[in-house]
């Protein structure tokens, strides 16, 4: 999943904000190209000279969170112990719910970026790791149904605008707390 630079103010940059803004309002399937440019003032053909597809441009406006979630993962496995491997993780995500959170609940709640980037190999690899660094290679199905609680949870607060409203900090605290508990079964153990 290749990410596209931008310049701030840019006609894609431009594309993009309003393309995300409609997106999370109404959803992908629900907003036309046509929505987009109007909601920016230019004709269907400007944004197609930017773009050559809705899908390229949900791309670009799931890109920011999904090099975040990537950047996580990398940490994540840089660190030597199978716990910190574990707690950075987590931190990590927390931290991504709170700077990238609706645009990150795209990736699960919207079906048609759901379908799309879980098709695409780079991404499911991706997940893959965010997954083994969370509950091991193999996890049983209950490993499976905490990590999807958790992700949901993280998710559904992500997605929710009224949490911008809760200092950044206790929000940061009352997440990781509550899915470090959901996965404490497969925390592996050691000191951190």
Do not use: C
């Not at 990410?3 to 940059?13: F, I, K, N, P, W």
């Not at 406006?61 to 993780?89: M, Q, T």
């Not at 959170?101 to 699960?108: D, E, N, Q, T």
């Amino acid at each position: 999943m290749a990410a596209l630079v931008d310049h701030e103010g840019s006609a894609r940059s431009r594309v993009v904000a309003a393309a995300q803004a409609l997106f999370l309002e109404r959803g992908v399937h629900a907003t036309s190209l046509q929505m987009i440019a109007d909601s920016i003032g230019v004709t269907k053909a400007a944004v197609y000279f930017q773009f050559r597809s809705k899908r390229e441009i949900v791309l670009a406006v799931i890109a920011p969170a999904v090099a975040r979630i990537a950047d996580v993962v990398a940490n994540a496995e840089s660190e030597e112990s199978a716990l910190r491997r574990f707690d950075v993780a987590v931190g990590g995500l927390v931290d991504v719910v709170i700077e990238q959170g609706r645009v990150a609940s795209l990736l699960r709640r919207d079906t048609e970026v759901a379908e799309m980037v879980e098709g695409d190999p780079e991404f499911r690899g991706l997940m893959a790791r965010l997954d083994e660094l969370l509950v091991g290679l193999e996890p049983a199905p209950d490993a499976r149904v905490a990590l999807a609680l958790a992700g949901g949870g993280l998710m559904a607060v992500g997605s929710d605008p009224s949490w911008t409203r809760v200092e950044a900090a206790t929000l940061r605290s009352v997440l990781s707390e509550a899915v470090h508990r959901i996965l404490a079964p497969y925390r592996p153990p050691g000191d951190s």
